[in-house]
């Protein structure tokens, strides 16, 4: 070799390259990073989008805790589940088996309950429609009878009035009748009676 010469020893190369391979093996997965990092989207999208991580009970399980985990935006109570059960299924030798289990088990509690409040919920709601229905009908019902009782407090009013109206007809009539009978009743003067 001669100085100023730039050659490589033989064998460089793949030993370089080697040591590339050996590096990038070693390099945690990007679902990894994403998970460590709590990059919690871009792990649900690269979970979707990667369907060799399936095959990976740790990326099974991350994904399923990412999916299963209240308050994440990735929240997905039905697809954690699938992955629960996938990870018990295909991985029964997993060291994450037990959470998995526990986890799965909390999860379908949840749902669950989340079932029955939604089901009271859509009853309840069912149930505030048909009381309201009713109360509009007893309003409308209410609102006919009270036009009905004012008109019945103005007819009243008016039979009333009329009935007064005849009374005092009645006495003047009476009255108009006695003097019309006194005056018949008084001796006439100048004719004999008969």
């Given amino acids: 070799m001669t100085l100023g010469s730039t050659s490589t020893p033989p064998g460089a190369g793949v030993l370089a390259l080697v040591l590339c391979l050996g590096v990038a093996a070693c390099a945690p997965p990007r679902f990894e990073q994403y998970v460590d990092a709590h990059r919690w989207s871009d792990a649900a999208q690269l979970f979707s989008a990667d369907t060799t991580l399936l095959r990976n009970d740790r990326a099974v399980y991350e994904a399923a805790n990412l999916f299963g985990t209240p308050g994440l935006s990735t929240f997905d109570a039905t697809r954690a589940r699938d992955l629960y059960r996938r990870l018990l299924a295909n991985f029964p030798t997993s060291r994450y088996r037990q959470d998995a289990f526990e ?53 009243t009013a008016k039979l009333e009035a009329d009935l007064h109206e005849r009374d005092d007809q009645l006495r003047a009539l009476r009255l108009e009748l006695q003097q019309l009978k006194a005056i018949d009743l008084k001796p006439r003067s100048g004719r004999p009676p008969i």
């Fill in 103 to 155: 986890r799965l088990a909390l999860l379908e509690a949840v749902m669950r309950g989340r079932g029955e409040a939604t089901s009271q919920q859509q009853a309840l709601e069912a149930r505030i429609a048909q009381l309201t229905a009713s109360t509009r009908q007893l309003r409308a019902a209410l609102d006919s009878a009270n036009a009905l009782a004012d008109s019945a407090r103005r007819a």
